[in-house]
Nanobody, 122 residues
Framework: VQLVESGGGLVQAGGSLRLSCTASGSIFSPNGMGWYRQAPGKQRELVATITRGGLTNYADFAKGRFTISRDNAKNTTYLQMNSLKPEDTAVYYC?????????????????WGQGTQVTVSS
């Protein structure tokens, strides 16, 4: 299973970016998908999550500025980020919880993308 992210870059404060993350290599579509971020010298933190049915959850800093969505047919999740601030600068990682067939039964595993850099200049 592979998660490939795209859409990061350099943007001025107040600008917008849209991140994408596509999962491939699994016979099952992802269950939950989400975005995390890690700034230099800080721990990785939750940004937003979305269930297969579209239920969303946001970190407080993301509410009202970021929107997570997904296209189940494409196994892709998106993160629309508006009104970006310099403190949003970080590497953004997506993850996906995917059912993996086992010799007996199925086991849900979490997979991570490689990360995409978002830099917001003041």
């Amino acid at each position: 299973v592979q998660l490939v992210e795209s859409g990061g870059g350099l943007v001025q404060a107040g600008g917008s970016l849209r991140l994408s993350c596509t999962a491939s290599g699994s016979i099952f579509s992802p269950n939950g998908m989400g975005w995390y971020r890690q700034a230099p010298g800080k721990q990785r933190e939750l940004v937003a999550t979305i269930t297969r049915g579209g239920l969303t959850n946001y970190a407080d800093f993301a509410k009202g500025r970021f929107t997570i969505s997904r296209d189940n047919a494409k196994n892709t999740t998106y993160l629309q980020m508006n009104s970006l601030k310099p403190e949003d600068t970080a590497v953004y990682y997506c993850n996906a919880d995917i059912d993996i067939p086992q010799p007996i039964g199925i086991l849900e595993e979490r997979f991570w993308g490689q990360g995409t850099q978002v830099t917001v200049s003041s």
